[in-house]
């Protein structure tokens, strides 16, 4: 089994910084997908950024220029550096690991509450 245990969140007021970090354990194949994917109250999960294992990255256009997703392969472990950050930021984030061994499997943390508000 895999676990994805996610830390990090919290509360900052606009124009602030948060660093969120989710760590995976088990049986994980080394090609795969890491990312964040964040909820709001009322709308649908959204991916913000995801990164392969062998370096490539995308980015939601909504936090371009201000979030930063990084990864260290030999801990398993992702990290969403959030700069400039604004209210609409405001959601349960959420860490995903995918890989495909015969067939695609997903796995999803907790969340963890990010609220920008002064």
């Known amino acids: 089994q895999v676990q994805l245990v996610e830390s990090g969140g919290g509360l900052v007021q606009p124009g602030g910084s948060l660093r969120l970090s989710c760590a995976a354990s088990g049986s994980i194949v080394s ?30 256009d909504s936090v371009k220029g201000r979030f930063t997703i990084s990864r260290d392969n030999a801990k398993n472990t992702v990290y969403l550096q959030m700069n400039s950050l604004k209210p609409e930021d405001t959601a349960v984030y959420y860490c995903n690991l995918r890989f495909v061994l015969v067939r695609q499997y997903d796995y999803w943390g907790q969340g963890t509450q990010v609220t920008v508000s002064s």
């Open 31 to 60: 090609l795969n997908v890491m990312g964040w994917y964040r909820q709001a109250p009322g709308k649908q999960r959204e991916l913000v950024a995801n990164i392969i294992s062998g370096g490539s990255i995308n980015y939601a």
